[in-house]
């Protein structure tokens, strides 16, 4: 995380517009998903191709984290984390049990979710000087998140796999919607 956009956050006369506040939250409860369901897939995958995806984006989810928590003191983070992060474990397991191909679409889905989001969100600060490098970080977030979420099939997923792959997608696209709310 850049220096200055830790310092612009942090200074008592600057409070960053409720908007972004909401934005930031919804990023970071996205993340915060993220990592959950990789950490279910990690708990019970035994394939090394989904193994080696999930700590990748494990991985990437975790430092997207800490940025944002840098950025968004504990009081303005949504309050859904703990129960969602559970739901996300079990959305990440579940499929790992089932085949490699379920648990590799269901990591690519919650990934395509999180890219999707700071899409919109970098869609927002475009033009606004004041938060260029706030859109940067994003957009470094953004691309590493892309490429996490590259799945490389493991074993192809069947139709039930991808039925879940679509329920983690927009499960994860609805629990940011409530994370910038709640």
Not at 48 to 77: N, T
Not at 95 to 113: E, K, N, V
Not at 122 to 150: F, M, N, P, Q, Y
């Amino acid at each position: 995380m850049s220096g200055a956009m830790e310092e612009r956050v942090s200074t008592p006369d600057y409070a960053p517009p409720a908007w972004l506040v909401a934005e930031l939250r919804a990023a970071h409860a996205g993340e915060a998903g993220s990592a959950a369901l990789c950490r279910g897939i990690l708990a019970v995958a035994r394939n090394a191709v989904v193994i080696d995806g999930a700590r990748r984006q494990c991985r990437a989810a975790d430092s997207h984290m800490d940025m944002l928590e840098s950025m968004l003191p504990p009081g303005v983070r949504s309050r859904l984390l703990l129960f969602c992060g559970g739901v996300a474990w079990l959305a990440g397991a579940l499929p790992a049990l089932a085949s490699a191909g379920a648990a590799q679409a269901a990591r690519g889905a919650a990934a395509g979710a999180v890219e999707r989001c700071y899409r919109t969100q970098i869609g927002r600060l475009h033009g606004a000087d004041a938060h260029s490098v706030l859109g940067a970080t994003l957009e470094h977030c953004r691309e590493e998140t892309a490429i996490c979420g590259k799945v490389v099939e493991a074993d192809p997923a069947g139709l039930v796999a991808r039925r879940w792959a679509g329920l983690v997608g927009a499960s994860t696209a609805a629990a940011m919607a409530l994370a910038r709310r709640i």
